[in-house]
């Protein structure tokens, strides 16, 4: 048989098992490679934002940053050239993505992690010794073949870790971990735009550095998941490693069994980037493109990797655009801890809704705010009080967010997959978002100076959209075994179309005695 998860019938297993001490710190160390792509994510938008920078680096946009007050606000940063620095290093994550599924399938998750931090490490270097803009874009380059790297491989990891009802929560450690990242770089920022030498740049990017070492050495301590041990041909050292993370006092035949048998089942599948093209991988498939598409178009990348530059084009100061920023950052934070206490609780679905139905409120509030202050003319001043008021509704659309999108966006398509197709289904997760966030960044600048105040207007369209698409299409997934997923699939209202009774098998301790679907 090819292809089809094995599974019991009925409505999922709740295998034993408990969070143990050792499945914690396991999954803490792992989230850490969010550390790496949030600290990026915060510290461009800051640096960007620093004279010393843009007069060494970008002369041009200092000198119409230095006109703004008497031209268009709108405008004073959109420069292709400034927006390649910030997006190349997505177009990398997007390519190495691709290879990163070969080396997480290959040699396991853990080393797939290391290479992503090592390589982070390098790109980290270049850039704090960087003295033209060609050093520059080669190590954002380099940072961006780790991200595509750790963003490939963590999420899975963390998913086949986790026991099956704690699986939100732990997983959505990787967003707490990206969130931490950014508000720490927002910080950094803050700090060195005060060295009056002009070097804090240098600084705030060579810290890449430590985030990068967390997560490179952090995985050489990092055990192998069960699943990937399986795949790779050692069955022995994977139930003994299902046993420590289960409980040493867990009975887990079951869950090894199933497991054992996921595994066989994905070996019949020579070619998963083929395999995953086929009709009853349609769901998922649909999903892996959907979701990080969807997550990018929330529009949360142009508040985080610019939201110095964002408040600086709003008429604030310099240093109290840095603040804003540190202000949205710790929003990210407290916010991505409601989702964790609450996502294998509430569910998904909630999560997704409610946080579209609060970003699309804020979005409209954000956009008219401006809108009156600004008009399509860009000049014009924002007093104290009002500039408030922006920040508060900005910091509620992060809210929003942070407990639905952010999270969500890495957890929902990294549960679904079944072994056989899981690391192909990955990269296609991630080379996705990596596009968009791409297409995002090299036109977020151009596409404010064009569209004005109408930018929000149009990422709240987006939203209002995405919205609708989770309430018809995302099943419930909360508290089930990632390998008895297809059982969701196959009773969704649409997807049950695409799925046929020969692609749902019985448990894998019923499958030496009979292969047949039980009624």
Not at 304 to 331: C, E, H, Q
Not at 452 to 476: C, N, R, S
Request: aromatic share 12%; charged share 15%.
């Amino acid at each position: 048989m090819a292809g089809g998860a094995v599974v019991s019938t009925g409505a999922g297993k709740d295998y034993p098992g408990k969070l143990t001490l050792f499945v914690f710190f396991t999954c803490v160390v792992a989230a850490t490679g969010g550390l790496i792509f949030g600290y990026d994510i915060g510290i461009s938008g800051g640096v960007t934002s620093m004279d010393p920078f843009l007069k060494k680096f970008f002369p041009e946009v200092y000198r119409k940053k230095q006109m703004a007050d008497k031209n268009n606000q709108y405008c004073k940063y959109d420069n292709q050239l400034l927006q390649t620095f910030t997006s190349s290093l997505y177009l990398a994550a997007l390519v190495s993505s691709f290879f990163a599924a070969t080396v997480t399938r290959v040699l396991g998750r853990k080393w797939s992690m290391f290479a992503g931090g090592l390589t982070f490490l390098i790109g980290a270097a270049l850039n704090g010794a960087a003295e033209n803009v060609a050093m520059l874009i080669v190590g954002r380059i380099l940072l961006g073949v780790g991200v595509g790297f750790a963003n490939q491989s963590v999420p899975v990891y963390l998913s086949e870790m986790a026991p099956a009802r704690l699986r939100g929560m732990l997983n959505i450690g990787f967003q707490l971990m990206i969130t931490i990242g950014i508000l720490a770089a927002e910080l950094i920022n803050y700090g060195t735009a005060k060295i009056k030498a002009g070097w804090g740049w240098r600084v705030s990017l060579a810290l890449a550095a430590v985030p990068a070492a967390i997560i490179t050495l952090g995985s050489l301590f990092l055990p192998d998941t069960p699943n990937s041990l399986i795949d790779r041909g050692h069955p022995e050292a994977a139930e003994r490693m299902l046993r420590r993370i289960r409980g040493s006092d867990v009975d887990v035949s079951e869950e090894y069994a199933d497991l054992v048998a996921a595994s066989e089942e994905s070996k019949l599948v020579q070619h998963p980037w083929r395999n995953i093209l086929r009709r009853k991988y349609r769901a998922q498939l649909t999903m892996a493109i959907c979701i990080p598409f969807f997550q990018q178009l929330t529009g949360i990348n142009v508040i985080m990797f610019y939201a110095p530059v964002l408040f600086d084009t709003l008429g604030f100061k310099s240093d109290a655009s840095l603040m804003s920023a540190v202000i949205t950052g710790l929003v990210n934070v407290f916010a991505t801890l409601v989702s964790i206490f609450t996502v294998d609780r509430l569910g998904r679905r909630k999560l997704f809704l409610q946080g579209g139905a609060q970003m699309v409120v804020c979005q409209v509030v954000v956009g008219t705010l401006i809108a009156v202050k600004f008009g399509t003319s860009g000049i014009g001043d924002i007093p104290k009080g009002y500039a408030a008021v922006v920040v508060l509704f900005i910091c509620m659309y992060v809210a929003g967010f942070a407990w639905s999108w952010g999270p969500l966006g890495w957890l929902v398509p990294s549960e679904i997959f079944p072994l056989e197709i899981r690391p192909a289904g990955q990269s296609i997760n991630v080379s996705v978002n990596m596009l968009f966030t791409f297409v995002i960044a090299q036109a977020f600048l151009t596409m404010l100076c064009h569209m004005k105040f109408g930018l929000f207007y149009f990422f709240a369209g987006w939203v209002v959209i995405m919205t609708v698409f989770i309430a018809l299409f995302l099943p419930e997934t909360k508290n089930v075994p990632i390998e008895e997923m297809v059982l969701v699939w196959k009773s969704h209202w649409f997807w049950r179309r695409f799925i046929g009774d020969q692609d749902v098998h019985v448990g894998a301790n019923h499958v030496s005695n009979n292969n047949k679907l039980q009624p």
